[in-house]
């Protein structure tokens, strides 16, 4: 039964389909905090689009000092673009207490630095939790909309909102850095390749252990 399965039983399965993800998909710790704004609401292909305009090389302390409506139109094929310059201003000045400097962010301790993150104009907790996890070390669950479709078609009794979601997950899933970075990455690809809005059951991996799949199935018998 698909309720028997642990959430590391899961991760396992999906690691062994599709093998290590190495996210984030980006050049450097900071685009991919660049990143983590500019892909609310909008594809990666967008975001992509957004980061060549920014430059691959572009700094903190040069992306401070550049005017809100250069850098809204610079980021404007990642869409909302006003509001995710208004959005990567606040951020930056926030990060600017800490120098611009990663590591001295990596300092702080995992629940002080949360909350600073959930303070900063536009930073909700999936955006701060992926910015927590890919670039400041600090692991964690994701209770994204992939993770909370897959979830929820495997059968799993989950509560409905993030914060509930992702600390019911928490509770028994190892706190190790790598396992939560690939499980995220992992719960995204399958997501793209199975379990779509409208999911693709028949060679789906997780078919034996699903729900969603099993009824599907049993009903072709």
């Known amino acids: 039964m698909a309720e028997k399965l642990s959430y590391t039983e899961l991760y396992r399965k999906l690691y062994q389909y599709y093998g290590p993800q190495e996210w984030w998909p980006s050049t450097s710790d900071f685009q991919m905090l660049i ?13 992509e689009l957004a980061l060549t305009n920014l430059g691959e090389d572009i700094k903190a302390g040069e992306l401070i000092q550049m005017e809100e409506a250069v850098l ?25 207490k800490y120098s611009f400097h990663i590591k001295e962010v990596q300092k702080v301790d995992q629940a002080v630095l949360r909350k600073e993150l959930l303070a900063i104009h536009g ?3 999936e955006t701060a939790d992926a910015m927590m996890l890919y670039a400041f070390d600090k692991p964690g669950f994701i209770a994204d909309n992939y993770a909370m479709r897959l979830f929820d078609r495997i059968g799993y009794c989950l509560p409905k909102t993030y914060h509930a ?57």
């Not at 990143?35 to 975001?47: D, E, F, G, P, Y």
């Open 123 to 125: 930073i909700g907790e």
């Open 35 to 47: 990143s983590a704004i500019l892909v609310q609401r909008t594809n990666w292909k967008n975001v």
């Open 165 to 221: 979601f992702k600390t019911e997950v928490e509770k028994t899933f190892p706190h190790d850095l790598e396992m939560h970075q690939e499980f995220h990455a992992l719960i995204v690809e399958h997501g793209k390749q199975y379990c779509k809005k409208t999911p693709l059951c028949e060679n789906c991996p997780l078919v034996s252990v699903c729900r969603m799949g099993s009824e599907k199935t049993n009903a072709l018998i």
């Open 72 to 96: 809204a139109e610079k980021i404007r094929p990642s869409g909302f673009y006003r509001m995710k310059a208004k959005k990567i201003k606040a951020w930056l000045h926030w990060f600017q």
